[in-house]
DNA sequence: AAGTGGTCTAGACCACCAT
DNA sequence: TGGTGGTCTAGACCACTTA
């Protein structure tokens, strides 16, 4: 680790070389790193910084430690989903995996909102995916998803109405797209026709609204949704931490 | 730090101690800790050991360290505030500390709901404070916020009306209550006539609901509210991050 | 210049997991 | 038993703040 740039310190280098590395994909989810003395070795630093370096990729749900068993990279199953990504859960507070089904896919062109969310020009090429959600056999969220067509080649509704978990599995093992962190906006909005009757509520009945920013490594935004929720046997829930502590 | 419990790793001892000086008051809110080094010594624990136990108690934002300075105990600022807790902002994204306007002052009795937020019995005595928000001059958030009156004792409307700050300043500067944490459940509900006269908006337009339960250390509950916002014109925002990175 | 937190080293030993 | 991550030590030196 000779030759860093003045002010960084050593272990944001580190780490900054453990990020390349996953972003080139070097180490597929779900496989496990070298071993930390390796690392270090490797790095020509020691063991104590390029732990430092490990615990920030580990606090940004990057990497998965197991004690005695290694350093992995981190993967999208459907508890991760609930935890990280699936605010919703039903008045009692039990946490549920969402039943999907698929509405509609086509392509498009990107309008003004989705363009900018992307970061991609207006009009461009894109995926949309609507899907209906239902919590214990009862519709509960309409999901409507944007996708850049450049950052998934070749996405078909098959592969999405055979994908056995979550959307966020797809993106990984079909288009190698690591889906690490989200921003998320929310409003209460009335409901309109076609909510209403995919959700079974009147029309405009007040139903939570959420857009959702997904961006994988390096804060690079991949996809963009815009989720009605009814909210009249379930909230959004701020604190699924299973982090702290 | 002989005699340690068996498996406890020595740095959470150490957190432990550290929390209990807070809570016992040993150090005043803005005031600065002493040393590291200072504390390592007292502690009879490595340095090492000892940062690693203010980092834990930094990253929950019960300190706060500044290199050249010290290691503070946190205090409730505007900033904070909005960071932390306030998560509604106008449109364009721009965060912004709201005018507040308090409404109404009283005394009540717990009801179900509040009891099981605060963890007192039903039907105990509670303050009610009922607040209107405004952004830009626009009326946007109802918020009506239930104390314990046993955390709060001779709490009056005088000192909601002068306080200069934020209430958690208020609770933090005439009680010795430093709120820590929040955890937040959200939906849409349609405005009943108190919220729509208050708020500007027809009854029956959605609004978001917001119950949070503010907590001091040790994870005990000190506030119940209940807002409600009119998103016609601002966001309801996760993300507001000025950590990690 | 003195004091603070921030980084980095080079180990030792412990707890846990797989075999 | 051997390999992994987790904890802990005892320093040294750097960067920043204040006086």
Redesign the pocket.
């Known amino acids: 680790?000779a030759g860093s740039a003045p002010?960084v310190?050593?272990?944001?280098e580190v780490k900054r070389l453990l990020m390349d590395a996953l972003i080139a994909g070097d180490w597929r989810p779900g496989t496990?790193?070298p071993?930390?003395?390796?690392l270090a070795d490797r790095f020509?630093?020691?063991?104590?910084?390029l732990?430092?370096a490990v615990d920030d990729l580990v606090q940004e749900n990057i990497l998965v430690?197991?004690?005695?068993?290694?350093?992995f990279v981190a993967t999208h199953s459907r508890e991760r989903y609930q935890f990280q990504f699936f605010h919703v859960v039903d008045r009692g507070g039990h946490a549920e995996y969402p039943h999907v089904r698929l509405l509609d896919f086509r392509k498009g062109r990107a309008e003004d909102e989705e363009a900018a969310a992307l970061r991609i020009a207006r009009g461009g090429p894109v995926f949309r995916i609507k899907n209906l959600l239902a919590m214990r056999g009862a519709p509960v969220d309409v999901d409507r998803i944007t996708l850049a067509q450049q950052r998934f080649p070749g996405l078909t509704d098959r592969q999405l109405r055979e994908r056995p978990g979550t959307l966020y599995q797809l993106y990984q093992t079909a288009f190698a797209i690591t889906v690490v962190r989200s921003a998320e906006r929310l409003r209460a909005v009335g409901a309109d026709e076609d909510a209403a009757r995919l959700l079974g509520v009147d029309p405009g009945s007040p139903l939570l609204e959420i857009r959702r920013v997904a961006f994988t490594y390096a804060d690079d935004p991949v996809e963009f949704r815009l989720s009605v929720v009814n909210t009249a046997d379930h909230d959004y829930v701020t604190d699924l931490r299973p982090d702290r502590r």
Chains 1, 2 share one sequence.
């Open positions: 680790m002010g310190p050593l272990y944001r496990a790193l071993a930390e003395r390796v020509e630093v020691a063991i104590g910084t732990r430092k430690r197991q004690q005695g068993r290694g350093t």
